[in-house]
Structures are given as structure tokens and as C-alpha cells.
T-cell receptor, first 110, second 115 residues
Framework: QQPVQSPQAVILREGEDAVINCSSSKALYSVHWYRQKHGEAPVFLMILLKGGEQKGHDKISASFNEKKQQSSLYLTASQLSYSGTYFCGTEDTGRRALTFGSGTRLQVQP | KAGVTQTPRYLIKTRGQQVTLSCSPISGHRSVSWYQQTPGQGLQFLFEYFSETQRNKGNFPGRFSGRQFSNSRSEMNVSTLELGDSALYLC??????????????FGSGTRLTVV
């Protein structure tokens, strides 16, 4: 079953912050985050494993709430290069395939 | 190091035909997964291969099949093409199953158009 992402789309000005959420109805083992720019392949950002950790990658970080089966991606002080569609991918504890959400389209304007 | 290579980049086929897509993973990666991407459905999982064995399969009809060779290269085949099969087919390789630990590296995809 596909994880649910919100919001579906967001428009930011450079320097503003954004949060993208991903939730699942299943018990999760891991959550992945990817960014896809138009006409390009999705690019891996980070993976969070069961255990409720938080990770950071420059000004992009993410958290994973194991109890709520939710993950959030935080983009701070957004840059034009952050524009693209962000996908979360979830692996449930049944160790089945990585299932992706429908994506969040993020546009950063000057 | 070389990335994930998918060939061909573009394909136009007629309904009823069959097609074979190829994926060469990153050297050392043993897992290859295939996804279908369409504007309406997003990224839909097709199947995952690890060490030449299919480990997981998505909810696609039997017309969609795949295989993996001893050098980890993978192919997927779609028989009796339908208009609805038009999509971007993405291959992703990883060191472990489901991209554990290091995530997936995606190829640029094969854009299939069925007319």
C-alpha cells in the first residue's frame, strides 16, 4: 500500500523553509527520501531506519517517528536548486518492496 | 564510477508487440529493481532481483516479466503491449535488498510509447 505524502505541491521563495510529510498505514522498517528534477532520474537523499532517528544533509534533514509510522523531510533556507518532486519510499517490516508515495512538487522562486 | 545504464532511452512500439528493456547496475550492486512511472500513478514497483533471483513482485499482470544475469545486469520484458503501458520505466540498483543502508541509484529510464 502506497504511503501518503502531503502536501501535494508547495511554492516557496528562496530562503523560506518547507516540511514534507509521509505517512504509512503499515509498520515500517525504513523510509527513503528522493528528489527528482524534471526529465531526470530520482536522486537518493537519505534513508532512515526503524528506531526513530533523525538525519541531516546540509540544509535538508528528516525525521522518522516509528510509533506513528510517519516521516518528515525538512528543507531550511531553500535554494533554487531544491526545486523538484520529492518522493518518500517506505519499506514495511514484512521486508517487501520499497513503495513510493505520489510525490510532492516543490518549486522555489527567486 | 559509472552510474546505472538503461537502454534504449526511447522506444515507440505498436499495440500487441513485445519489448525488452535493459539495465546495467553500478558495479558491485547485486540488487536491481524496476519501476513504472506515469503522471497519474507515480512510481509503481514492478519487481526486484537479487543474485539472479526474483525477490519481490508488484501488482502487474504476467505480461511483465524480468530476469537478472550472473553479472547483475537485468532485463525486463513486456509482451502484448497495450496503450496503457506507455510510461517511463526506471531501473534502480542497490548494494542490498530494497536499497537498505545506501538507497537506490536510479538510471535515466526508458521512455516507452505504445501507439
Amino acid at each position: 500500500q502506497q504511503p501518503v505524502q502531503s502536501p501535494q505541491a508547495v511554492i516557496l521563495r528562496e530562503g523560506e523553509d518547507a516540511v514534507i510529510n509521509c505517512s504509512s498505514s503499515k509498520a515500517l522498517y525504513s523510509v527513503h527520501w528522493y528528489r527528482q528534477k524534471h526529465g531526470e532520474a530520482p536522486v537518493f537523499l537519505m534513508i532512515l531506519l526503524k528506531g526513530g532517528e533523525q538525519k541531516g544533509h546540509d540544509k535538508i534533514s528528516a525525521s522518522f517517528n516509528e510509533k506513528k509510522q510517519q516521516s518528515s523531510l525538512y528543507l531550511t533556507a531553500s535554494q533554487l536548486s531544491y526545486s523538484g518532486t520529492y518522493f518518500c519510499g517506505t519499506e514495511d517490516t514484512g521486508r517487501r518492496a520499497l513503495t513510493f508515495g505520489s510525490g510532492t512538487r516543490l518549486q522555489v522562486q527567486p | 564510477k559509472a552510474g546505472v545504464t538503461q537502454t534504449p532511452r526511447y522506444l515507440i512500439k505498436t499495440r500487441g508487440q513485445q519489448v525488452t528493456l535493459s539495465c546495467s547496475p553500478i558495479s558491485g550492486h547485486r540488487s536491481v529493481s524496476w519501476y513504472q512511472q506515469t503522471p497519474g500513478q507515480g512510481l509503481q514497483f514492478l519487481f526486484e532481483y537479487f543474485s539472479e533471483t526474483q525477490r519481490n513482485k508488484g501488482n502487474f499482470p504476467g505480461r511483465f516479466s524480468g530476469r537478472q544475469f550472473s553479472n547483475s545486469r537485468s532485463e525486463m520484458n513486456v509482451s502484448t503491449l497495450e496503450l496503457g503501458d506507455s510510461a517511463l520505466y526506471l531501473c534502480a540498483s542497490s548494494f542490498g535488498l530494497q536499497g537498505r543502508g545506501y538507497g537506490y541509484t536510479f538510471g535515466s529510464g526508458t521512455r516507452l510509447t505504445v501507439v
